[in-house]
């Protein structure tokens, strides 16, 4: 597919792309090319390239140290952050992509197939044995440019993406392979199709499903988590999140247009709503959060890759130990208990 | 936070009459009439009371309380809440145009309720049944923490007295003002009904005007059978949300019952006044197929 093609040409990272916030480092990255155009001439800037480099790096470790909520959406939502299809390729071995709903379509928004997750660990009295474990991914699938947001339709999934998604959730049961899905949308798809096909059915149905499946299920946010639309894949027994990723129930500027009444005050929203890895994880809406490279998961997708990897690794072998039932148990109770209210 | 028995809220409610009734009221003293939010005609109010809030004219029909919907459909008498007592807990102490906290009270003092979604256990055609009854007149019908915990509550209760489970939406999806906790009610019921599923015990979903957003994604689609009354709004996502996205006016009908029964979501379109008997012949049924 032509499409693949042209994104995995994107991962390169090349060409850097600075948010408001960084501009401060513009000058940095600047200088270095300059020291680079001119090292050509018999002269060794190596060493002060270097320097640049390890200032650049302090400066970005304390920008992202104190970005605010909705600069962290700017990061979550940044044009390079690594994709589904990215993370799965560079965590998985041999993913190989599935695709359709077997009813309507094939949705490009919402992607999956299987993989292999290798040298897994599994101890017994006889010693450490290491094993290829299969496992099957979904996750939404945004683009890195406009013209690659409009074929993938920046991420929004249709009933079939949920379908499909589906679909492959209980291909996954069926052959007993653990499940992990990568949640990057800014929600459910809100349009005419959309609702004939019935969105909100097949958003339901996935949640009723997910909560009754038998194999481990991990689930990661690693962009924008929005909505419903985040949560009809998000039902694992451990919610991951990546360190700049937000997870909400409406966008800050939809928050702020509806609520504030003024669609400007999304930093305040995004402030007040409490959607930040650190804020999901004190409600434990999240189970752990994922540290990023410094300046972000964009910076270094083979250094976010082995991050995410690690905690894979951690949590699945921990479920690996439960038996299907307490599979089931173990997720309903997660669920069964979030909430906070007061009762006499 | 100082305790208002539901008994004081009834009181209140009573007291406060011209507060009970949210739909459209022409400015007359004493509120006599009202215009029908469909045909505009002005129809005097006791006359619409008198046909279950239903249009006379075109048919509309307005919203119920939870408590007169309960008094409409379920046998005299027969219902009997249960977690009677549980608030919602302003835990990002958020402020919108008001803090969230005395929006609950507010709400609280208008409705009666103490949150948007009373449960508990009633018969219908004398088949004994779980229910929970939606009221739109709380904020919006918003499902939060409450609603997320008492549905759960009730599926389990259902499934512990082998009872089939009705429940009648009436939402505007989920409680923004409690942030992704709401967004967590939808994984929270789904799971809940996942369990009442797998044992086998039947569950109705009634959609009224409207059932939106999170509340449509979640329980109020997974009906064993799902029943809609006439030319309710019901959709996952609101209508002026869809028309900015796709930059065109939507077709008439669209996101309506009729419209859901149309494409494969809604089994039944039933007009409020044959509501009742309708629901006893399914409940009859699966009382006729248990095991
Ligand atoms: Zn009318």
């Given at each position: 597919?032509?499409?693949?093609?042209?994104?995995?040409?994107?991962?390169?990272?090349?060409?850097?792309?600075?948010?408001?916030?960084?501009?401060?480092?513009?000058?940095?990255?600047?200088?270095?090319?300059?020291?680079?155009?001119?090292?050509?001439?018999?002269?060794?800037?190596?060493?002060?390239?270097?320097?640049?480099?390890?200032?650049?790096?302090?400066?970005?470790?304390?920008?992202?140290?104190?970005?605010?909520?909705?600069?962290?959406?700017?990061?979550?939502?940044?044009?390079?952050?690594?994709?589904?299809?990215?993370?799965?390729?560079?965590?998985?071995?041999?993913?190989?992509?599935?695709?359709?709903?077997?009813?309507?379509?094939?949705?490009?928004?919402?992607?999956?197939?299987?993989?292999?997750?290798?040298?897994?660990?599994?101890?017994?009295?006889?010693?450490?044995?290491?094993?290829?474990?299969?496992?099957?991914?979904?996750?939404?699938?945004?683009?890195?440019?406009?013209?690659?947001?409009?074929?993938?339709?920046?991420?929004?999934?249709?009933?079939?993406?949920?379908?499909?998604?589906?679909?492959?959730?209980?291909?996954?049961?069926?052959?007993?392979?653990?499940?992990?899905?990568?949640?990057?949308?800014?929600?459910?798809?809100?349009?005419?199709?959309?609702?004939?096909?019935?969105?909100?059915?097949?958003?339901?149905?996935?949640?009723?499903?997910?909560?009754?499946?038998?194999?481990?299920?991990?689930?990661?946010?690693?962009?924008?988590?929005?909505?419903?639309?985040?949560?009809?894949?998000?039902?694992?027994?451990?919610?991951?999140?990546?360190?700049?990723?937000?997870?909400?129930?409406?966008?800050?500027?939809?928050?702020?247009?509806?609520?504030?009444?003024?669609?400007?005050?999304?930093?305040?929203?995004?402030?007040?709503?409490?959607?930040?890895?650190?804020?999901?994880?004190?409600?434990?809406?999240?189970?752990?959060?994922?540290?990023?490279?410094?300046?972000?998961?964009?910076?270094?997708?083979?250094?976010?890759?082995?991050?995410?990897?690690?905690?894979?690794?951690?949590?699945?072998?921990?479920?690996?130990?439960?038996?299907?039932?307490?599979?089931?148990?173990?997720?309903?109770?997660?669920?069964?208990?979030?909430?906070?209210?007061?009762?006499? | 936070?100082?305790?208002?028995?539901?008994?004081?809220?009834?009181?209140k409610k009573k007291e406060n009459k011209e507060a009970e009734n949210p739909?459209?009221?022409?400015?007359?003293?004493?509120?006599?009439?009202?215009?029908?939010?469909?045909?505009?005609?002005?129809?005097?109010?006791?006359?619409?009371?008198?046909?279950?809030?239903?249009?006379?004219?075109?048919?509309?029909?307005?919203?119920?309380?939870?408590?007169?919907?309960?008094?409409?459909?379920?046998?005299?008498?027969?219902?009997?809440?249960?977690?009677?007592?549980?608030?919602?807990?302003?835990?990002?102490?958020?402020?919108?145009?008001?803090?969230?906290?005395?929006?609950?009270?507010?709400?609280?003092?208008?409705?009666?309720?103490?949150?948007?979604?009373?449960?508990?256990?009633?018969?219908?055609?004398?088949?004994?049944?779980?229910?929970?009854?939606?009221?739109?007149?709380?904020?919006?019908?918003?499902?939060?923490?409450?609603?997320?915990?008492?549905?759960?509550?009730?599926?389990?209760?259902?499934?512990?007295?082998?009872?089939?489970?009705?429940i009648f939406s009436s939402s505007g999806g989920a409680r923004m003002q409690?942030?992704?906790?709401?967004?967590?009610?939808?994984?929270?019921?789904?799971?809940?009904?996942?369990?009442?599923?797998?044992?086998?015990?039947?569950?109705?979903?009634?959609?009224?005007?409207?059932?939106?957003?999170?509340?449509?994604?979640?329980?109020?689609?997974?009906?064993?059978?799902?029943?809609?009354?006439?030319?309710?709004?019901?959709?996952?996502?609101?209508?002026?949300?869809?028309?900015?996205?796709?930059?065109?006016?939507?077709?008439?009908?669209?996101?309506?019952?009729?419209?859901?029964?149309?494409?494969?979501?809604?089994?039944?379109?039933?007009?409020?006044?044959?509501?009742?008997?309708?629901?006893?012949?399914?409940?009859?049924?699966?009382?006729?197929?248990?095991?």
């Amino acid at each position: 597919m032509t499409m693949e093609k042209t994104e995995q040409k994107h991962n390169s990272q090349n060409k850097k792309i600075f948010l408001e916030f960084e501009k401060p480092l513009i000058e940095l990255y600047k200088k270095i090319e300059d020291l680079r155009k001119t090292s050509g001439a018999g002269l060794d800037m190596a060493e002060e390239i270097r320097m640049l480099e390890k200032r650049i790096k302090t400066l970005q470790r304390d920008i992202f140290s104190k970005l605010t909520p909705i600069q962290v959406v700017q990061v979550a939502r940044h044009i390079k952050r690594p994709s589904t299809l990215d993370l799965a390729n560079l965590i998985f071995e041999d993913f190989t992509e599935l695709h359709g709903d077997r009813n309507f379509a094939d949705d490009p928004a919402l992607v999956g197939g299987i993989a292999k997750l290798s040298d897994c660990r599994k101890s017994s009295p006889l010693g450490e044995t290491f094993f290829d474990q299969p496992v099957v991914v979904i996750g939404h699938q945004k683009g890195k440019s406009t013209k690659e947001n409009i074929a993938r339709n920046f991420g929004m999934a249709h009933p079939e993406g949920y379908r499909k998604a589906l679909r492959l959730m209980r291909f996954a049961e069926r052959f007993n392979a653990p499940i992990i899905s990568f949640i990057d949308t800014p929600g459910a798809f809100p349009g005419l199709g959309a609702e004939e096909r019935g969105q909100a059915e097949a958003i339901a149905k996935n949640l009723r499903s997910m909560a009754g499946l038998s194999v481990p299920f991990i689930s990661i946010i690693s962009g924008e988590g929005g909505s419903g639309g985040a949560l009809g894949i998000g039902m694992g027994n451990r919610v991951l999140i990546l360190e700049f990723s937000i997870y909400s129930v409406i966008s800050p500027e939809g928050c702020a247009s509806i609520l504030f009444r003024d669609a400007k005050k999304a930093p305040h929203a995004a402030e007040v709503s409490k959607i930040t890895a650190p804020d999901l994880l004190e409600i434990n809406v999240v189970d752990e959060i994922i540290k990023e490279p410094v300046g972000g998961a964009h910076n270094s997708y083979e250094e976010t890759a082995k991050n995410i990897k690690t905690a894979i690794y951690k949590h699945l072998a921990e479920l690996s130990k439960l038996s299907p039932r307490e599979l089931i148990a173990d997720r309903y109770r997660k669920y069964r208990s979030m909430g906070f209210f007061i009762e006499d | 936070m100082p305790k208002l028995s539901l008994h004081n809220w009834f009181q209140k409610k009573k007291e406060n009459k011209e507060a009970e009734n949210p739909n459209e009221k022409l400015d007359i003293p004493g509120n006599l009439w009202i215009k029908c939010t469909k045909c505009r005609a002005a129809i005097f109010n006791k006359e619409i009371e008198a046909n279950q809030k239903v249009c006379p004219k075109c048919g509309f029909h307005f919203k119920l309380s939870a408590h007169e919907r309960i008094a409409l459909i379920l046998d005299r008498g027969s219902f009997k809440e249960i977690s009677t007592t549980m608030r919602s807990k302003d835990f990002l102490n958020f402020v919108d145009s008001a803090p969230y906290s005395q929006r609950i009270l507010r709400s609280q003092e208008k409705t009666g309720l103490s949150d948007a979604i009373v449960i508990g256990e009633a018969s219908i055609g004398k088949i004994a049944i779980g229910c929970g009854v939606m009221d739109f007149s709380f904020m919006g019908g918003s499902m939060g923490s409450v609603v997320g915990e008492k549905i759960t509550r009730i599926c389990e209760y259902c499934i512990d007295k082998k009872l089939p489970l009705i429940i009648f939406s009436s939402s505007g999806g989920a409680r923004m003002q409690e942030g992704i906790m709401s967004l967590m009610q939808m994984a929270k019921t789904s799971s809940a009904l996942s369990r009442l599923r797998e044992i086998g015990i039947p569950y109705i979903s009634v959609m009224t005007n409207p059932t939106t957003g999170g509340t449509t994604a979640s329980f109020a689609m997974l009906g064993d059978l799902n029943i809609a009354e006439p030319d309710a709004l019901i959709g996952f996502a609101g209508p002026r949300v869809i028309e900015q996205t796709i930059r065109q006016k939507l077709p008439p009908g669209f996101q309506r019952s009729e419209f859901l029964k149309e494409h494969g979501m809604v089994d039944i379109v039933c007009e409020r006044s044959k509501m009742r008997d309708l629901l006893i012949k399914i409940f009859a049924f699966f009382v006729n197929t248990r095991k």
